[in-house]
């Protein structure tokens, strides 16, 4: 209220955003400037390059205005716009779920590479992908949407990462191929959710003593519930490989995204828990990023006839 605002162009209001984002120490200023101007404006990238030349409104200046403050509280961009990218896609977010992170693509890649083989060996097939502790479901949601014979079900214990879930399902018009459900990773699954060609996770992995030293736009902003992995980071990797084994089908995928540090430690749990070809990815950064394991095919019936004749032959 009071505040007058001058007539200035989309580059200009553009080059103001970025130094003041800039004079704050944030290291992606450019990239945040043009995030939030778009949102202010309500444009897609490409329409904002088109009008840099055009005069913004006084509207747009104040709505602007509100998100840089908010941004210099150390409130993360992704939440005071409510959406962000991931694999070319673009997920509502708010502060009940994690915000994407580029580093959890390879995660979504690996899952659609390993079916995508699969599919090479069963052409036709169609597969079931449980994107456990789906947060935006961002995760499954990709996949889904760039397999057309997967069908995902997210599932997440907080209701609020539930409700997002549901809108991003109708955003990317994936209704009918992808579900939400509420359950419990750290508790055995229900039989009625069946069997799964891959169980892909990206847990709470943040030991409990790590969280205080986190930057303050992690841990004063986004959930706790979605950070906090026990004393030592592994608890969520513990329960699912050991309870959540019965929900994969024989030769199944179950794939995580694990912290830094925690890959062979992860690693060691599914070799406990009799998973077979044992596989650990490292990001670009050449950070262990990804492990994953397959649970062991049913030995096929001749096979078992076989040396049970050659037992009594013996």
């Not at 101007?37 to 005069?55: G, I, M, R, V």
Request: charged share 25%.
């Amino acid at each position: 209220m009071g505040c007058v605002f001058v007539a200035i162009t989309y580059h200009d209001l553009y080059l103001n955003t970025y130094r003041d984002l800039a004079d704050l120490g944030i290291e992606a200023a450019k990239l945040e400037a043009r995030e939030l101007l778009c949102a202010a404006a309500d444009k897609t990238p490409e329409k904002f390059l088109q009008d840099l030349s055009l005069y913004t409104t006084d509207e747009i200046q104040e709505k602007l205005a509100a998100m840089v403050e908010r941004r210099k509280t150390g409130e993360p961009v992704a939440y005071i716009i409510g959406e962000w990218s991931f694999c070319g896609l673009t997920f509502a977010v708010n502060p009940q779920v994690l915000i994407p992170r580029i580093d959890t693509e390879m995660l979504a890649n690996i899952v659609i590479d390993r079916l995508r083989k699969d599919e090479e060996a069963r052409p036709g097939s169609s597969f079931r992908v449980l994107d456990l502790c789906a947060g935006s479901g961002c995760v499954g949601l990709t996949i889904a949407y760039k397999m057309k014979n997967v069908r995902a079900v997210l599932v997440d214990l907080s209701d609020g990462a539930l409700d997002l879930c549901k809108k991003n399902i109708r955003r990317h018009k994936l209704t009918g191929r992808a579900v939400h459900l509420k359950g419990d990773a750290l508790q055995s699954p229900s039989h009625a959710l069946g069997l799964f060609d891959v169980l892909v996770c990206n847990p709470p992995y943040i030991p409990s003593g790590d969280i205080p030293g986190l930057d303050s736009s992690v841990k004063d902003f986004e959930p706790m519930m979605a950070l906090d992995g026990g004393a030592d980071g592994l608890d969520f990797y513990r329960a699912v490989t050991k309870l959540w084994k019965s929900a994969l089908k024989p030769g199944g995928h179950l794939i995580y995204e694990v912290g830094i540090g925690q890959s062979e430690k992860v690693a060691g749990l599914l070799v406990q828990a009799g998973y077979e070809n044992i596989r650990i990815t490292r990001d670009t950064g050449r950070i262990d990023r990804v492990v994953e394991g397959q649970r062991p095919k049913e030995r096929e019936i001749p096979d078992l006839l076989h040396e049970s004749l050659h037992e009594e032959e013996g």
